[in-house]
């Protein structure tokens, strides 16, 4: 499901894209540097379709109470499924085709790079005889993933603008801010520590039924 900034019936208008909530939502995050800022459009907002599953209630919530100019309820579904669950640089990727390099951004160039993150870890998994991650949504919302490390947090900017020169740019938008947003979920990923707490710390915490990570 993605929302756009364009007001048609006085709501963010959206499209459905995963209708049972499980799918790990990625956005692109390039322009995240030190200072925690972000200067790139990315796409993020809340399911007018799929209700807010448990596991996101504690960090959604903590968001809607607590940060700053999030836009009036009357634009979103404040109880629908909030993406994106994290971000991932997705700007000014080399693509060779047919021997041509161009180069590209978008979240077709973030998805595949976290699914190669995932991959990894479960190849280390498995090649010490331990089960595969499952549904890892869960586990990306669990208090030990965010007291780990794995996300570095986006402290600033807000997509109420659509990507291109120039741009377009609406009155309302979601705005980052020091936890889970709705412009950058959890944050971009350091990928030492997200594989050093999946392919150990999992196995510690409690059970979840497993089911395959989707992107």
């Known amino acids: ?17 995963n209708p049972d909530g499980t799918i790990t939502s990625i956005t692109l995050g390039p322009g995240i540097g030190p200072s925690g800022k972000m200067n790139f459009a990315s796409g993020g907002g809340f399911s007018g379709y799929v209700k807010r ?9 903590a968001y809607l109470n607590g940060a700053n100019n999030v836009p009036p309820r009357s634009k979103f579904s404040s109880q629908g499924r909030a993406y994106p669950d ?4 997705g700007h000014n990727y080399p693509i060779t085709i047919n021997g041509q390099t161009e180069i590209g951004s978008g ?3 973030s998805s595949p790079v976290f699914a190669a993150m995932v991959t990894l870890v479960n190849g280390d998994r498995l090649s010490k005889g331990k ?3 499952g549904l890892l ?8 993933a965010q007291t780990a490390g794995i996300f570095k947090t ?3 900017g807000k997509n109420n603008c659509c990507a291109g ?4 740019c609406c009155e309302y938008g979601f705005t980052a801010w020091a936890n889970w947003d709705p412009t950058v979920g959890h944050g971009s990923i350091n990928f030492d520590k997200f594989a050093k707490f999946f392919e150990s710390t999992l196995d510690e915490m409690p059970a979840i039924a497993r089911s395959l990570v989707l992107l």
């Not at 499901?1 to 894209?17: H, I, M, R």
């Open 154 to 156: 986006v402290s600033s």
């Open 131 to 133: 089960k595969p991650l």
């Open 107 to 109: 979240t077709s160039a």
């Open 53 to 61: 599953p448990d596991w996101q209630d504690k960090a959604v919530t």
């Open 86 to 89: 994290v971000a991932i640089m």
């Open 137 to 144: 949504n869960p586990r990306l919302y669990s208090t030990q």
């Open 1 to 17: 499901e993605s929302y756009f900034a364009t007001v048609l019936t006085n709501q963010f208008t959206a499209e459905v894209w």
């Open 165 to 168: 020169q120039p741009g377009t």
